[in-house]
């Protein structure tokens, strides 16, 4: 059996137990990405450009249980449990005990490290980013190594969803940098079949960068401008602030001929659930419970991508369950974009659009994240006066107020400006 249909009957297996089903079948006209069996060589990290030749994914499930509240008390202990599924050899199992308290503890000082911008340390094995390593890839590091492991989907439970999996650090580089991966809250929610491909669709690319009561991000504009020149291989159009509405995006994104969407805009999480979940056209802002009508639509025909660029989309809060991008898996996106914390809007205008030039090569989707992130870790996203330049010199964002350049005059290479970034749902 070719690996890659032997990843996703494993895979039905896991959603058919998960779900009481048996008997569970894939459709019998999958159009996968073409996978080799033969033993690779193990991932290098900052890779350069993508090489299909060395594609290789694998499943990696990572479960969260805890003892009862009155066995343990405050300080009680948790297992993680860590199943790797490649695509081919044995299905692996690992259980690592962990406090719970010491899992939030450490979750919350990277958290910290990051949003202030601080050094992670990641030269001390008692650093966060190290530890959360040690306790969550490196049960199965020995085993992504011998199966030379390029691509993982990441099957987490909550409470593990919001790890910054790009952060994590083996001593030597960032997971973010030696493995491309997505993350999904549930196998049931994801739609396993490739992309049928061809260039016919279109992409709609939307953004606002006025608002009332909320900060301007004046660089939607060229962010929306530049993703759409950037997908060649698709028609796009484009709206802009005022032209940018609920209805709109509705309509585009219920288009079963519209197989990407962008958008560039405000997003916020508030207390109080769905209805407080604010996403931020260019005339009124959309609720989680309003965006959740997007359910409805294109069963059929379902999106190939949906990016949310704005702050907070990926997972939400507790009350929000997945966030918007989550809710665009739900609606049937094969793949959804957003982020885990509030971002930098000249480094995330910047990474999408690099990430739309990898995209439009024919680079898989979590490929290209995987390229992005390390073209920024490594400087090679980089400052020219009143331009930020790609690896290749060519332009990115133009015309930077002073104010943009300070921000990021120490470059890109700090994991807050890239790690935060989330792919969920197909990693292709």
Known sequence: ????????????????????VTGFEWGAALRLPSVQAQALPSPQ?????????????????????SQREGEMGEGRQGFVDITLIP?????????????????????????????????LEVENSAAPARQLYRLLIEPVRAELTAAGITTLLISADPGLQAVPFAALHDGKTYLGQSYAFSLTPSLGLMRLDAPAGGGSGQQMAAGASRFEGLAPLPLVPQEVSQVAAASRSLTGVTYLNEAFTPEVLFRQAGNDTVDRVH???????????????RLYTGTRSMSL???????QRRESAPLDLFVLSACRTALGDKDSELGFAGLALQAGSRSAIGSLWYVDDVATSAYFIQFYRFLDKGVPKAEAMQLTRSAMANGSLRVA?????????????KNLTPSQQRRIEAGL???FYWAGITLLGTPW
């Not at 910290?112 to 050094?119: K, M």
Request: charged share 20%.
């Open 1 to 20: 059996m070719d690996p890659m249909a032997r990843l996703l009957a494993l895979i039905s297996c896991t959603i058919a137990a998960a779900i009481g």
């Open 45 to 65: 990290p900052a890779r350069a450009s993508f090489d299909p030749q060395r594609y290789r994914p694998a499943v990696l499930r990572l479960s969260f249980t």
């Open 87 to 119: 695509p081919v050899g044995p299905v692996l199992g690992r259980r690592v005990e962990v406090a719970t308290r010491d899992f939030a503890t450490l979750l919350r000082r990277l958290y910290a490290q990051l949003s202030r911008l601080e050094a």
């Open 263 to 277: 958008v560039a805009t405000h997003a916020e999480f508030l207390p109080g659930g769905a209805s407080k979940a």
């Open 289 to 295: 419970t309003e965006f959740a009508a997007l359910r």
């Open 385 to 397: 006066g009143e331009q930020l330049l790609a690896a290749d010199g060519s332009v990115l964002l």
């Open 413 to 415: 290479s700090h994991p």
